[in-house]
C-alpha cells in the first residue's frame, strides 16, 4: 500500500541546511492504523507531509498504491491527493463561510463532480458521522468535536485510500478526543488505511501499530494491541 | 468556459466579495469613478462637437470665398494699385479650369434703406443666385427662396430675415405678398428665413435675385466676390490657390501678386475647430482610461490582501485537491467580476450624469452641449478594455496565490 525507502529531506537555514529527515523505511500495508509518535522536531510532520504530497523528498522512493510518486508537478500533486488521500487537521482547517454540507462536498467539487452528485455523496457521508442534521450550520456553529467530524467526512468524500490525520485530537479535550478515535477505529475496522500523527501516548495506543520517530530516524516500530476508544460518560 | 455557468463559481465570487463589504465597495468606486469620468467627459466632448456642428452646419465647410483687391505689383504695362473687380464671365473659367469644384456662386452686395409703410432700416442687401441655398442651408420660415425664374425675369422679389421681418412687419402678420421698398422701388417679399447662429461673411439680412441686382444697381457683369466650394474629397487650400493663379492670370496680374485677391477660406477655419475638438477628444480618453487603470489597480491592490488572507484557506483547498490554476481560475474571475460590476455601474450613473448635462445646457437654440451621449460601440469598447486590465491585474494575485506552497500555507501559526 505505502511504501517508502531511504527518505531523506533536509530544509535550508540561511548558509547551512538543517537534516530532517534521515533515511526513512516505513512499509504500510492496507487496512493498518499507524500512529507515527516523536517529540517535536522528530520530523514525524516532515514525514507526514512528503506523504500528503505536500512537500516532496530529496531522496528516496515513495510508492502509494503501486504508483511512484516523484516529480510531481503542482496540477499532479493536486489530482494525486485529490485521489488517493483525505487529510484530517489538527484545526480542522474548514472553510469557515461554506457550511458543513458545502465543506464536505468540496473536494468532490475539484474531481468535477455535478452539484447534484456531490450532495448526495456529501449527505451519505455526513449522516456517517453522524451530522446530516447540521449539514447547513457553518463551521462557527459547531462544537470542536463537530467540527473534526465534518473534517473526517471532508476526508473521506473522495473515498481516499489513505487517511492523514495530523495531530486530529491535539485541539480537542480527552472525552471528544477518544470520541473521534472510536470514530476513526470504526473506520479502519471497514478497512481505511489510516495514518495518524499524534505525541499523545493514549492516541498512539489506540492505534493497531506505534511508529516512533527521533531526530529523523525510526526508533521503534511495533505492532501493539489496540485500545479499544470508549467514551466514558 | 463551463465553469462561468457553474453556481460555485459565483458563490465563491460572492463570498469573498460579502466577506469584506466596505473595502470591496470601495475598490469599485475606483473603477466606477474611472468609467464614469470616461463616459461624462466623452459625452461632454461629442455633445460639445455637436453643437459646433450645428453652428456650421447650414455652411459647406469646404469653401473658399474670393474677392477683388487691388494689385501691389507692376505687370504688363499697369502700374500696381490698379483696382481689380471679379467678373460673371470668371465663374464658368474656373469652373472649367479648376480641379474639385463643386460650386462657384458669384454674389454682390450693397446696402439699403428698406421702407415699409412707415418703418424703416438699412440692411445689407444680396444679389444671389438659387445655388446658395445650396452652400449656405437656408431655414425658411415662410415662403421660399430665390429660384431660376425670378433670376430669368429680373423679378423684384426679396427674401428677408426673421430680423427684417420683426422690425417691419406686425406680429403674426402675413409679410408673403407684401411690398417692401429699397431703393424707392418696390419688393415683393416672397420667404422668410431664420438667422442662423453664426454668420461667414458679411451678414446676410436680404435676398435678391442676382439679376434684379445687377440691374437696380448697374453692376453690368461686375460681381462683389464668390464662394467656390470644393468636392469633399479635394483640399481647399489648393483649389483657393489654383483659382487666384487662374484669376491673375485673366486680368493680367503679377503671378506673384498675392494681395489683387483677398480669400477667406472656411475649410481651414473649420479645421481648426475640428482639430481643437480632435483634441478635446484625445484628452478625454486619456484622462479617462487613466483613471480606469488606476481603478483597475486597486482592484489588484484589494485581490492581493485579500488573497494575503486566504493564504490557509487556499493551502486547505489545494490539499483536497484544487490544482493551481483552478485556483488562479478563480481570482481572475474574481477581478473581472468586480471590475465589470463596477463598469456598468459606471456606465449607468454616467449615463446619468449626461441626461443631467442635456437637461442643464443641452436645451434650446444656443446650447452649449447639444445631445451629450456616447455610442454603444464605446461603451463596448470600455467594456472590453475593463475585462482584458481586469484579467491582467487578476493575474498579480492570481500567481501570488499560488506560488505559496500549500504546506506553507498549512502551516499552524
Not at chain 2, 95 to 108: L, M, Q, S, T, Y
Not at chain 2, 113 to 132: A, E, H, I, Q
Not at chain 2, 133 to 139: M, R, V
Not at chain 2, 332 to 343: D, H, K, Q, R
Request: some cysteine.
Amino acid at each position: 500500500m505505502l511504501k517508502i525507502q531511504k527518505l531523506h529531506k533536509s530544509y535550508p537555514i540561511g548558509d547551512s541546511s538543517l537534516h530532517v529527515l534521515k533515511g526513512i523505511d516505513l512499509f504500510v500495508e492496507k487496512g493498518e492504523m499507524v500512529a507515527i509518535m516523536g517529540s517535536s522536531g522528530s520530523g514525524k510532520s516532515t514525514l507526514l507531509n512528503i506523504i500528503g504530497m505536500l512537500d516532496e523528498a530529496d531522496e528516496g522512493k515513495y510508492i502509494l498504491d503501486e504508483v511512484p510518486i516523484k516529480n510531481l508537478t503542482e496540477k499532479k500533486a493536486a489530482v494525486y491527493r485529490n485521489k488517493f488521500l483525505g487529510f484530517i487537521f489538527q484545526s480542522f482547517n474548514l472553510i469557515n463561510y461554506k457550511n458543513a454540507l458545502e465543506n464536505v462536498a468540496l473536494p468532490l467539487y475539484y474531481q468535477g463532480l455535478k452539484r447534484k452528485k456531490r450532495q448526495e455523496i456529501a449527505k451519505f457521508h455526513l449522516q456517517k458521522v453522524g451530522l446530516l442534521d447540521w449539514a447547513t450550520h457553518l463551521p462557527s456553529e459547531l462544537s470542536g468535536g463537530q467540527k473534526q467530524r465534518v473534517a473526517i467526512a471532508r476526508a473521506l468524500a473522495s473515498n481516499p485510500k489513505l487517511l492523514l490525520a495530523d495531530e486530529p485530537t491535539g485541539a480537542l479535550d480527552t472525552t471528544t478526543s477518544y470520541d473521534i478515535m472510536a470514530f476513526l477505529q470504526q473506520l479502519n475496522n471497514e478497512g481505511k488505511t489510516i495514518l495518524i500523527v499524534t505525541h499523545e501516548k493514549d492516541i498512539a495506543a489506540m492505534c493497531k501499530r506505534i511508529v516512533r520517530l527521533k531526530d529523523g530516524v525510526i526508533m521503534e516500530d511495533n505492532f501493539v494491541k489496540q485500545v479499544k476508544a470508549t467514551v466514558d460518560v | 468556459m463551463k465553469f462561468l455557468f457553474e453556481r460555485d463559481t459565483w458563490q465563491e465570487v460572492y463570498d469573498s466579495m460579502s466577506k469584506n463589504k466596505l473595502r470591496t465597495g470601495i475598490t469599485m468606486v475606483g473603477v466606477w469613478w474611472g468609467i464614469l469620468l470616461l463616459i461624462a467627459l466623452l459625452g461632454a466632448a461629442r455633445g460639445m462637437e455637436n453643437s459646433f456642428n450645428r453652428i456650421f452646419g447650414d455652411f459647406a465647410t469646404n469653401s473658399v470665398f474670393v474677392w477683388g483687391q487691388s494689385t501691389s505689383m507692376p505687370f504688363k504695362g499697369f502700374q500696381e494699385g490698379k483696382r481689380v473687380r471679379l467678373k460673371l464671365s470668371h465663374v464658368d473659367k474656373i469652373k472649367d479650369n479648376i480641379e474639385g469644384i463643386e460650386f462657384v456662386v458669384p454674389r454682390n452686395r450693397n446696402q439699403a434703406l428698406v421702407v415699409r409703410n412707415f418703418l424703416s432700416g438699412t440692411y445689407g442687401v444680396n444679389g444671389d443666385y438659387p445655388l446658395l441655398d445650396k452652400i449656405q442651408k437656408k431655414k425658411m420660415i415662410r415662403g421660399r427662396f430665390i429660384n431660376q425664374n425670378d433670376i430669368n425675369y429680373n423679378k423684384k422679389v426679396a427674401v428677408i430675415s426673421e430680423d427684417i421681418y420683426k422690425q417691419l412687419f406686425e406680429k403674426d402678420e402675413n409679410p408673403i405678398g407684401a411690398y417692401v421698398q429699397m431703393n424707392s422701388i418696390n419688393f415683393t417679399v416672397i420667404g422668410v428665413f431664420q438667422n442662423g447662429n453664426v454668420n461667414m461673411g458679411p451678414t446676410s439680412d436680404i435676398h435678391i435675385p442676382f439679376t434684379t441686382f445687377q440691374q437696380i444697381y448697374n453692376e453690368g457683369d461686375r460681381i462683389g466676390w464668390m464662394v467656390i466650394t470644393g468636392k469633399p474629397e479635394y483640399n481647399i487650400k489648393q483649389i483657393e490657390a489654383d483659382t487666384k493663379l487662374l484669376l491673375r492670370n485673366l486680368n493680367k496680374i503679377h503671378p506673384r501678386d498675392n494681395r489683387a485677391f483677398g480669400s477667406f477660406n472656411l475649410g481651414k477655419e473649420f479645421a481648426k475647430i475640428t482639430g481643437f475638438l480632435t483634441g478635446m477628444q484625445f484628452l478625454t480618453w486619456f484622462v479617462g482610461i487613466a483613471t480606469l487603470i488606476a481603478g483597475v489597480f486597486a482592484i489588484g491592490n484589494i485581490l492581493l490582501i485579500t488573497v494575503k488572507e486566504r493564504t490557509k484557506e487556499i493551502g486547505v483547498r489545494r490539499a483536497l485537491g484544487a490544482t493551481p490554476f483552478e485556483i488562479k481560475r478563480q481570482i481572475v474571475v474574481e477581478a473581472v467580476f468586480l471590475t465589470m460590476i463596477s463598469g456598468v455601474l459606471g456606465i449607468i450613473s454616467g449615463g446619468w450624469i449626461l441626461i443631467i448635462i442635456d437637461k442643464a445646457w443641452g436645451q434650446g437654440d444656443d446650447a452649449t452641449l447639444v445631445n451629450a451621449s456616447v455610442s454603444i460601440s464605446v461603451v463596448f469598447i470600455a467594456l472590453i478594455i475593463l475585462v482584458i486590465l481586469g484579467t491582467l491585474i487578476g493575474l498579480i494575485p492570481a500567481f501570488k496565490a499560488t506560488s505559496v506552497k500549500p504546506i506553507e500555507a498549512l502551516r499552524e501559526e
